[in-house]
């Protein structure tokens, strides 16, 4: 008997074609895990999900996971240069209400002046897909979970009994490229193993980034210089009814920021200084899950993790004359903070009747944080839930779904009772429509309470004082399904979204000093939106088509109600791919506008003027070859649009504006791989 834990399944693939028509052609339609009672096709399940599989991550060539979700429709990305990370903006929400799981369980470790989480700190080769939930899913996976959630599931044993895989990529920084220190130099190998009821597996991964120069003069970098390395280990085991499996995943990152010599000698000694920093992260997160099936109508999962988190700015002095690298002791130069998290999730899965399904839960999450940056004393955020979700089917037409949450939060008084109704109709044998409505809640992290930090660049305060955010939301969204007898096969999906956030969290100019910002709850914020995107299969044609329409808040409507409330921006994406099957090669393009987004601000006379984002088109060319037995090539041009940075029509005056500059991505780039997979 195989037992299929929810959380780490593996990708599965289930057929379906018309019952009685068999000269039609069958279409698969992966497998989805993400908030299910058990692992179901996404055309099955009561939520929208989007999926991204492994196949579709090589063909992109991708070496981060930013370059893959940045083909998505109402997901966007703008870079931290002064901290290497990425920002992202999901259903026009920033990063910190988007919920990022590994196989289920949350990532520990958010950072910058953004409180997000890096995408970019996660290995992409060990992925076996990505499953993207957007809408409020508070109930089943708690705060920070208001715009969606992104689940990354991890490559597992297959039914090989070893193999092995490896891959390097080479890549270029835009026009810049080294056999060693310039450009991008990525190395990775992963086995795996099976013995009797046994499974084992690891990985280990090198990203190498070289920074952009670009247009800077001297030591510095306009992109700084990434060095990541990257493993993780498996070990489970399963027989009859009772499956468990243990997951250890490390980080190691260097991000190096060079600084040019000052003009002008140290007074004291007559040197010429330039002052460097370093950003040294590690993480280590421990995973065990398991699950036990008593029976087809009763199982019981577990699920925890533990992550030890740790950040370090390490500055230094060099002096041009000598050489001479000296530890850099003035103020705020040199700091450690150091988080942990501890994660439980215990489920029950029960089937009462054909009709009716029953899901209780508990979920239990501890933050806990110290650093210099961080306030004296006990940083804690412990947040207690238990949840309770019901399936209703009275016929095969119909999925209705509620569910509700109680939380027990040790820094706030959270809303009494958390509720949501997800319903998924099949109108027609083609067509599916789903409804959802949800209450969010979102209580601070700890960076947002206590984390403060002052340099040449950041002068950020954190603020304990800070209210909880809540939100109601609905999504709805129609999916229409047709196979034809020509071989075609399209898919089309119509949806839409409306959030109402209150106490929204953000950055505001302090009243006693104009060059500080602190984190307040700045306003009720909303979003809104809709999208439509449609996919299409003949024979050995890919194509897909999407467009957004999205809504973002615009703050001074609430002091002139004049303005208007939301500023929209559109979005279109599209992929072509074509397989020339007799010699194995597959031809993909990649393609994604972002429209101007408009946006209100003050000009240096404190009036309200109307400036803009500039709009922009990426596109990636990507070309996969399988060659021998054991041997596919890929290789490509990122970015052929060439994008860099964009200039706003205005300053808006924020946290990373730089004279209205936008930092979009390092230009065109070229890129080659060759990947290894053997098994037996």
């Known amino acids: 008997m195989t037992i299929l834990i929810v959380s780490a399944v593996q990708s599965q693939s289930v057929r379906i074609a018309p019952a009685e028509d068999t000269t039609k052609p069958k279409e698969l339609d992966v497998v989805v895990v993400t908030g299910q009672y058990k692992p179901q096709s996404a055309k099955n399940s009561v939520y929208q999900v989007r999926t991204i599989t492994a196949e579709r991550i090589q063909k992109q060539g991708a070496v981060n996971l930013q370059t893959v979700l940045n083909n998505e429709l109402n997901i966007r990305f703008s870079q931290d240069l002064a901290t290497g990370g990425s920002d992202i903006t999901m259903m026009g929400l920033k990063g910190q209400n988007v919920k990022i799981l590994v196989d289920g369980l949350p990532m520990t470790g958010r950072q910058g002046t953004s409180n997000e989480i890096n995408i970019n700190q996660v290995d992409i080769n060990s992925i076996e897909r990505i499953e993207i939930v957007e809408g409020p899913m508070s109930v089943v996976y708690g705060a920070d979970a208001l715009a969606g959630v992104i689940n990354i599931i991890t490559k597992k044993s297959k039914a090989a009994k070893y193999s092995v895989t490896a891959r390097l990529h080479e890549e270029t920084i835009g026009s810049e490229f080294g056999l060693f220190d310039r450009g991008i130099h990525n190395q990775y190998v992963g086995v795996t193993a099976k013995h009797k ?35 993780n280990g498996f070990i489970g085991y399963s027989k009859d009814k009772f499956s468990i499996r243990y997951r250890l995943d490390g980080l190691d990152e260097i991000i190096t920021n060079p600084g040019n010599f000052q003009q002008f000698p140290d007074q004291i000694s007559g ?18 899950q398991g699950s036990y099936f008593v029976n087809s109508n009763l199982n019981f999962q577990l699920q925890t993790s533990y992550t030890d988190y740790s950040r370090q700015v390490f500055s230094t002095t060099v002096s041009k004359q000598t050489g001479k690298v000296s530890l850099d002791i003035g103020t705020g130069r040199q700091s450690i903070i150091d988080f942990t998290g501890f994660t439980l999730r215990g489920i029950v899965n029960y089937k009462l009747s054909k009709i009716f399904s029953l899901q209780p839960g508990i979920d239990i999450n501890l933050d ?9 004393g006990s940083n804690t955020v412990d947040d207690y839930a238990f949840f309770l979700t019901s399936e209703i089917t009275p016929s095969e037409k119909i999925n209705i779904r509620p569910g509700l949450r109680v939380i027990k939060n040790s820094v706030y008084d959270a809303p009494p009772v958390i509720p949501s109704l997800n319903t998924k109709f099949a109108l027609t044998k083609n067509l599916d429509l789903r409804l959802a409505y949800a209450r ?14 002052f340099d040449a660049n950041h002068q950020i305060i954190g603020n304990p004082d800070l209210k909880a955010e809540t939100s109601h939301s609905f999504t709805g969204s129609l999916n229409w399904k047709k196979i034809t007898s020509k071989e075609v096969v399209y898919t089309t999906v119509l949806g839409g979204f409306y959030n109402s956030v209150k106490n929204l969290i953000d950055y505001a100019v302090s009243p006693t000093n104009q060059n500080v910002f602190q984190l307040t709850n700045v306003s009720d914020s909303r979003t809104a939106g809709a999208n439509l995107s449609t996919v299409a299969r003949y024979k050995t044609w890919n194509i897909s088509v999407g467009a957004s329409y999205t809504g973002f808040y615009n703050d001074y409507s609430e002091t002139d109600d ?119």
């Open 562 to 680: 004049e303005l208007p409330q939301l500023q929209w921006s559109a979005e279109v994406n599209s992929s072509v791919g074509y397989t020339f099957s007799k010699i194995s090669l597959d031809v993909s393009l990649f393609y994604k506008f972002t429209g101007k987004r408009p946006y209100y601000t003050t000009n240096s006379s404190q009036q309200v003027v109307l400036g803009e984002q500039k709009d922009f088109h990426m596109a990636d060319l990507t070309f996969n070859k399988k060659a021998f037995k054991y041997l596919s090539f890929n290789a490509g041009i990122r970015n052929l649009f060439d994008v860099t940075r964009l200039n706003n029509t205005l300053t808006s005056g924020g946290v990373h504006t730089s004279n209205g500059t936008r930092n979009i991505a390092n230009g065109r780039s070229f890129f080659a791989g060759v990947n290894f997979n053997w098994s037996k």
């Open 271 to 288: 040197e010429y200084f330039a002052y460097d920093q370093e950003y040294l992260t590690s993480r280590l997160m421990h995973q065990l």
């Open 440 to 453: 969010g809640f979102r209580s601070p992290s700890l960076r947002e309470l206590y984390f403060n930090f």
């Open 197 to 231: 009821n046994w499974e084992f597996g690891g990985s280990f991964g090198h990203n190498y980034f070289g920074g952009w120069k670009d247009t800077a003069t001297g030591r510095e970098l306009v992109w700084h210089k990434k060095d990541q390395l990257l493993a």
């Open 368 to 376: 806990r944080g110290e650093g210099e940056r961080l306030k004296a």
